[in-house]
Nanobody
Framework: QVQLVESGGGSVQAGGSLRLSCKFS????????MSWHRQAPGKARELVAQ???????NYLGAVRGRFDISKDDRNNVLILEMNNLKPEDSGVYYC?????????????WGQGTQVAVSS
């Protein structure tokens, strides 16, 4: 299995920056892609950014150009750099990993870290 532990959330004013980290461990060879999702109160969880094994990235339109996802394979850390934060970026941010072979794909989730952006 794969274990994910997020850190780096907090409170910031609009226009500020935060850096989220997700330490991954366990059967890391089984990881196909990793992502950051977020969930605001009363809203569905949404994909914010994704990175695949080849380093290809994909972003939610609302964060493109402000957020940057990267993966440090040497230290087993997934990173989300968030700049020019807006109040609508507030929510619980979750790290996730898609693991396993094509016929048995599973998604593993971290516990989440809170981000609060004030206007």
């Amino acid at each position: 299995q794969v274990q994910l532990v997020e850190s780096g959330g907090g409170s910031v004013q609009a226009g500020g920056s935060l850096r989220l980290s997700c330490k991954f461990s366990g059967s890391i060879f089984s990881i196909n892609s990793m992502s950051w999702h977020r969930q605001a109160p009363g809203k569905a969880r949404e994909l914010v950014a994704q990175i695949n094994k080849l380093g290809g990235t994909n972003y939610l339109g609302a964060v493109r150009g402000r957020f940057d996802i990267s993966k440090d394979d040497r230290n087993n850390v997934l990173i989300l750099e968030m700049n020019n934060l807006k109040p609508e970026d507030s929510g619980v941010y979750y790290c996730s990993a898609v693991i396993g072979p094509l016929v048995d794909r599973q998604t593993v989730w971290g516990q989440g870290t809170q981000v609060a952006v004030s206007s």
